[in-house]
């Protein structure tokens, strides 16, 4: 069968391994399989299977847009299969919108769900890396799974809908063998669980992920870019650019540090024979062994530390001396904790103090906002972290997740306790440092302030103060913004979030007091406009 497998264009931090791992179960039947990311124009038409991935709902537009295109290179609209988290929990939509007639929900545990009978388990599949180049941006690392779903019910996620059941499934050590054997070792390992600390057996996976090379020692050496390459290239159409410069950097380093004149003649005729071809995979495919062979004479290996991160957050309430001194034996980095409510505090700061106990001195934290909680409980959890990096001189940097009902398709929920504008506020802060608050007290105390006054003020302040802080403050406007703004009443602050919505435009509103009248015209301010102030 010829197959295509799509991922949609949004931004993912991993791999599509549902993907991944169809290919592997269509390539074990001897069907030829293509990945294609987004819409890709001139591609033949007529694939007798067309699988395509789903993300978060938020993502839904893009997501149908996606299976539209792709309706076309479809033998019949029987052939295409969606599956992944948004087609689990909305198939229903999805099918309106798009037409298509599979729609897979939850695991893909057994080939049935795809019309096939041989009742193979595709989610306990060895994914296919192969269809990921090494021009991905996807980093070096296996992307694992020991137990699957979670047996807690917290209200405001998604996992008891996706993965009901907790199960023990693999034997980690026996996954990253088979992957090494069949795509070459990976540096690190990122696991996927949702819940790895309830698992009875965690001392068995701790001992499972140490046997696969992940200890407190540099051990790992990278493959160079002409071995990464040789294993791919059969599936390989063309060298990326990337790949292309990898290669070239590669031979000239060696040009460099060989010590005879006929291996740096050699490389030198080769290299100028790569770097002026149009088609170079050949030249690499004859002369990639010899070239390996010379530089292994020559170029030192340096080994670095391979590094474990469990990617999900761990739960806070299963963190205590007995798993910690377990996960310590790991080289983890970070440490990500699920801090997802003020309520919490307690046993986060225990758990904290455990991990630099343990030397652990990278931790990174989920706070979830915009759920239940306050916006001072955002700040207080942000205070909390500002105040163990103190005391126990380690890194804590902390991802606050917006929360967001699984149904809804697009990110425009607001809280019980949150309005747009506090939400824009947040989130203007968050994108000056990709998303997330750093570890540095300077930053932290700047951005979100000292006390939870100043924070409160930030949350009001207009959107282009927030993010050109120093700009605005430098030309008095910030000083003479505060000074309107402390006079205004609860009642006043109030109206003033309604007015400005979080939105760019303000709405006129005829009513407004004489107050507030006079600091609407802040909020209209730009940072181009005040360039010249
Ligand atoms: S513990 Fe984590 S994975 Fe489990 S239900 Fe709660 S938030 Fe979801």
């Known amino acids: 069968m010829n197959i295509l497998l799509v991922e949609p264009d949004y931004n993912a931090k991993f791999p599509p391994l549902g993907l991944m791992k169809i290919s592997a179960y269509h390539k074990g039947r001897g069907d030829k399989v293509r990945f294609v990311k987004g819409i890709r124009e001139h591609l033949d038409t007529g694939y007798e299977r067309v699988y395509i991935s789903t993300l978060f709902t938020y993502q839904f537009d893009l997501t149908v847009k996606t299976i539209r295109y792709y309706k076309r290179f479809a033998e019949k609209i029987y052939s295409i299969f969606v599956g992944g988290i948004l087609a689990t929990l909305l198939p229903e939509k999805l099918q309106e919108e798009t037409g298509i007639k599979n729609v897979i929900i939850g695991l893909l545990d057994n080939s049935k769900k795809i019309g096939f009978r041989d009742k193979i388990n595709i989610d306990s599949l060895t994914p296919d890396y192969s269809i990921l180049d090494s021009s991905s941006s996807y980093p070096d690392a296996y992307f694992l799974r020991a137990p699957r779903g979670c047996p807690n019910s917290c209200s405001f996620c998604a996992v008891p809908r996706l993965e009901p059941k907790f199960y023990e499934c693999s034997i980690l ?15 690190n390992l990122i696991l996927m669980d949702n819940n790895i600390l309830y698992s009875k057996n965690l001392p068995e996976i701790i001992k499972s ?5 992940f200890t407190n020692t540099r051990n790992y050496i990278s493959p160079s870019p002409i071995e990464t390459f040789l294993r791919e290239i059969d599936n390989t159409e063309d060298l990326s650019v990337k790949q292309r410069r990898e290669i070239e950097k590669y031979i000239r380093r060696g040009i460099e540090v060989v010590t005879t004149s006929k291996d740096r003649d050699y490389l030198s005729s080769l290299l100028s024979r790569f770097s002026e071809s149009s088609s170079p995979n050949n030249i690499i495919k004859q002369s990639g062994g010899r070239i390996e062979r010379i530089l292994s004479n020559y170029v030192p290996v340096h080994p670095v530390q391979r590094y474990v991160d469990f990617n999900q957050g761990l739960d806070v309430a299963l963190l ?6 377990l996960l310590s034996s790991l ?4 440490l990500r904790i699920a801090f997802d409510s003020i309520k919490d505090k307690k046993s986060y700061i ?10 652990i001195t990278k931790v990174s934290n989920y706070l979830l906002y915009n759920y239940l909680d306050k916006p001072e409980d955002l ?9 163990l990096i103190e005391e126990l001189g380690i890194h804590i940097y902390s991802f606050p997740m917006k929360y967001s009902p699984a149904d809804r398709t697009d990110r425009t929920y607001i809280g019980k306790h949150w309005n747009r504008k506090f939400l824009r506020a947040i989130q203007a802060n968050l994108n000056l440092f990709s998303g997330l608050v750093p570890s540095e007290y300077g930053f932290i105390r700047k951005f979100f302030g000292e006390t939870i006054e100043e924070y409160r003020k930030i949350l009001y302040m207009p959107f282009d103060f927030i993010v050109y802080r120093a700009h605005f403050e430098k030309r008095g406007l910030l000083a003479e913004w505060e000074k309107i703004f402390e006079t205004l009443s609860t009642e006043e602050k109030a109206e003033l979030c309604r007015i400005v919505g979080g939105r760019h435009i303000i709405e006129k509103d005829a009513d407004s007091s004489k107050r507030l009248k006079k600091i609407l015209p802040y909020y209209q301010m730009k940072y181009d406009d005040s360039k010249g102030i």
């Open 350 to 359: 225990e758990a904290v103090r455990l991990a630099a106990k343990y030397k």
């Open 331 to 334: 080289p983890i980095r970070p």
């Open 320 to 325: 205590n001396e007995e798993t910690m001194r």
């Open 173 to 187: 050590a026996n996954e990253i063998e088979e992957i090494d054997r069949q795509f070459g070792k990976k540096r």
């Open 209 to 213: 992920i140490q046997d696969a090379g």
């Open 379 to 387: 700040w207080e959890r942000i205070d909390v972290n500002r105040k």
